[in-house]
Nanobody
Framework: QVQLVESGGGLVQAGGSLRLSCAAS????????MGWFRQAPGKEREFVAA????????WYADSVKGRFTISRDNAKNTVYLQMNSLKPEDTAVYYC????????????????WGQGTQVTVSS
């Protein structure tokens, strides 16, 4: 079993930056595809970004491409999401997801989920 704990969320002005972290415990995530999803109030959870086990492959939602960067440090069992040029529409609870398979953009492809961290972007 893997436990995922997100951190780094908060309140930021539009145009600002935040770095989210997802710390894993229980077992190594080095062989897992890891992802980030988000859910805004009243909306469905949506894919944000994913990263392959070695970090060599990354995937991004069109809405964040060029602004967000996903990375991982397998030695620290941690995944990161660097968010730059934040917009009010990025406001959501951000969730870390682990052990993705098949289609990395689908919620059902992941076995493990964190509890989420709130990101609020003010205009």
């Amino acid at each position: 079993q893997v436990q995922l704990v997100e951190s780094g969320g908060g309140l930021v002005q539009a145009g600002g930056s935040l770095r989210l972290s997802c710390a894993a415990s229980g077992r190594t995530i080095a062989s897992y595809v890891m992802g980030w999803f988000r859910q805004a109030p009243g909306k469905e959870r949506e894919f944000v970004a994913a990263i392959g086990w070695s970090g060599g492959q990354t995937w991004y939602a069109d809405s964040v491409k060029g602004r967000f960067t996903i990375s991982r440090d397998n030695a620290k069992n941690t995944v990161y999401l660097q968010m730059n040029s934040l917009k009010p529409e990025d406001t959501a609870v951000y969730y870390c997801a682990g052990k993705g398979s098949l289609s990395v953009t689908r919620i059902s492809s992941y076995d493990y989920w964190g509890q989420g961290t709130q990101v609020t972007v003010s205009s």
